[in-house]
């Protein structure tokens, strides 16, 4: 089984609409992360969580919201959806040392 | 701005072949490296890492060199297959907060 997994891995929406990824894991880490990636271009950090009573901004996080559930899961909301946020959406968990896991991926089209 | 790039968006190479991927990063306080392989729909896998007290780290077919004179980063992977065609991504982190910063990625293409 996937330590970290990702629901939806597809979602297709329309300009307006709220949309929330879901991601949870295994690893008993601390720290999650969500990312956004765009074509061929590298990773770009939306928000980050320390533990469930933390929660920050990343370079990128107008737009979006996030919820941390529990240790296990942390969530990514778009509010509401425009074109622009089309892209990949990565869910990463990370020990103290630093190397950051992540999940399979969520590809988010909003027409 | 600090960020971390790479010097060739593209590498193609030869099945069997060595292949050296590079990466340039601007912060000297920057203490710990790592390289992910992004297969096409899939998440960022971890190859390796190596920390800033280190030059040299090696693993099954890949080693990284930390060259912090020039604040320099590669990765080389010994008898390049098929099945290492992906892109490749440097990421640095600095201090405590284990935040990393991610280049753009180099996609690399193994010739049959």
């Known amino acids: 089984d996937a330590d970290v997994t990702q629901t939806p891995r597809n979602r297709i929406t329309k300009t307006g609409k709220r949309i929330m990824l879901e991601c949870s894991q295994t690893k008993g880490h601390d720290r999650m992360y969500w990312y956004r990636q765009d074509p061929g271009l590298g990773l770009q950090l939306i928000y980050y969580?320390?533990?469930?009573?933390?929660?920050n901004k990343g370079e990128i996080s107008d737009g979006y919201s996030v919820s941390r559930q529990a240790q296990a899961k942390f969530s990514l909301s778009l509010e509401s959806a425009i074109p622009n946020q089309t892209a990949l959406y990565f869910c990463?968990?990370?020990?103290?040392?630093?190397?950051?896991?992540f999940g399979p991926g969520t590809r988010l089209t909003v027409l | 701005g600090e960020s971390v790039g790479l010097h060739l968006p593209t590498l193609s190479v030869q099945e069997g072949d060595n292949s050296i991927i590079n990466c340039a990063y601007s912060?000297?306080?920057?203490?710990?490296f790592i390289w992910y392989k992004q297969e096409s729909g899939k998440g960022p896998q971890f190859i390796i890492d190596i920390r800033s007290n280190m030059d040299k780290r090696q693993g099954q077919r890949v080693t990284v060199l930390l060259n912090k004179t020039v604040k320099h980063l590669s990765l080389q992977i010994a008898a390049t297959q098929p099945g290492d065609s992906a892109v490749y991504f440097c990421?640095?982190?600095?201090?405590?907060?284990?935040?990393?910063?991610f280049g753009g990625g180099t996609r690399l293409m193994v010739k049959p």
């Open positions: 990463a968990t990370s020990e103290r040392t630093g190397r950051q896991f």
């Open positions: 912060n000297s306080a920057s203490d710990y």
């Open positions: 969580s320390f533990d469930v009573k933390d929660i």
């Open positions: 990421a640095e982190k600095r201090g405590a907060g284990n935040m990393l910063t």
